[in-house]
Structure formats: structure tokens, C-alpha cells
């Protein structure tokens, strides 16, 4: 199969989402932006997010929903950026939703049912228009947060913790007809499933 280069010099990216015209939005975690890369290459900052923006997914209102980890502590090693423990700024986790025609990006959500998010990571919409996401949590290199698995709604109104006291959980997707939600385990080197009865409803 033959590849080509599209662009270089991005901060630890993550979160394409191929668009209509060609480009390609995706997440520069290191540098805190969601970014476009075009047609030509050329890399395009939308939103500067500050924080670790991770998954992104674009919602049923055409605007993109950013999960932002919080950030990390980055260190080189053999020419590569890798990702530490939390920052010394770290203010938590967040979803974030940003407008594409304008940069400007509004805080939805930063708490389920009094607790914090620690480090949102990805996402994925179901057909009804709301969104899973998985929490990694943080770790401060003495300890680590649980992680979990979420679904909350595009217009900000509702967010419910689906599973609790995970270990790794990262990527997160469904199946075509809906009835499954999947999501990764890092640590545990493993691919989990769950039923689901209804939009947001694990069985």
C-alpha cells in the first residue's frame, strides 16, 4: 500500500476526523489546539483549547466535541514527545464543544453527579445525537486515578457515568446497529464490550 506524507511538525496529534473538502481536523495534544491539516498540507490552527485535547467527533451540529484531558508533563526521549503524569496547571478535564467557522469554544461539561473529570479521552455520537466517552484519569506518579465510561448530551443538559472503577479505558466506539458500545483497555491490553438498551442505557 503506498502512503505519502500529508504533514509534519504537529505536537502529538490524535482525533482525525476526515472532512467534506479534503482536510483533516484533528487534536495536537502537546500544543493544546485543534488544528486543520489541508489539502496542501498546510497545518491550521481553529482553537487554541489550552488543557490535552484528545478525541475529537463532530456533532449532529456540525460543530466538533473535544475531549481535553487536562495536559501532561512532556519529556523527550529518543526524538520523541512522550506523555507524563499530570502538569503543574492541571485544571482538571473537560469536554469542550468548538464552532468551526469561528474558533470559539464553550466548556460543556467538567462534572458528572459531583465529580470531577480527569482526563476525557474519546468519543463517538450515536444517531440520536449524543455521545460516549471514555476517562483515562491522571496519575501524579504516586497514584492513579479510576477510569470510567460516560454519555452525555450534545446540548449540554445531561451526562450519566455508565461504568465505574475501569482501569485504563481509552478508545471508545459502537456498533453499526447501536446495540454495543466498545472501548479499549491500555493497561489491561484488552477490548471490552457492553450491551446497550437504549441511548445511553448499558444493559
Known sequence: MAMRELASGLKFPEGPIAMEDGSIVLV???????S????????????????????????????????NNGGFEWHKAG???????KPKDYAGGRIERVD??????????THCEGRALCGPN????????GFYF???GK?????????????????????VRLLDQL?????????????TVYYAGTLDGRLWSAPITKPGKLG
Do not use: M, W
Open 36 to 67: 486543520r491539516v489541508t489539502t496542501a498540507g498546510k497545518i491550521q490552527v481553529i482553537a487554541t483549547l489550552g488543557g490535552g485535547p484528545n478525541g475529537a467527533a463532530v456533532g449532529p451540529d456540525g460543530a466538533v466535541y473535544v475531549c
Open 79 to 85: 526524538g520523541l514527545l512522550i506523555p507524563g503524569h
Open 100 to 109: 468551526l467557522a469561528t474558533g470559539k469554544f464553550d466548556v460543556l461539561y
Open 139 to 159: 496519575s501524579d506518579g504516586a497514584t492513579r486515578d479510576v477510569s470510567a465510561l460516560y454519555y452525555a448530551k450534545a446540548d449540554g443538559s445531561k451526562i
Open 167 to 179: 482501569l485504563s479505558s481509552n478508545g471508545v466506539g459502537l456498533s453499526p446497529d447501536e446495540k
Open 28 to 34: 495536537e495534544i502537546a500544543r493544546g489546539t485543534l
Open 134 to 136: 471514555t476517562d483515562l
Open 122 to 129: 474519546d468519543i463517538v455520537f450515536d444517531k440520536q445525537g
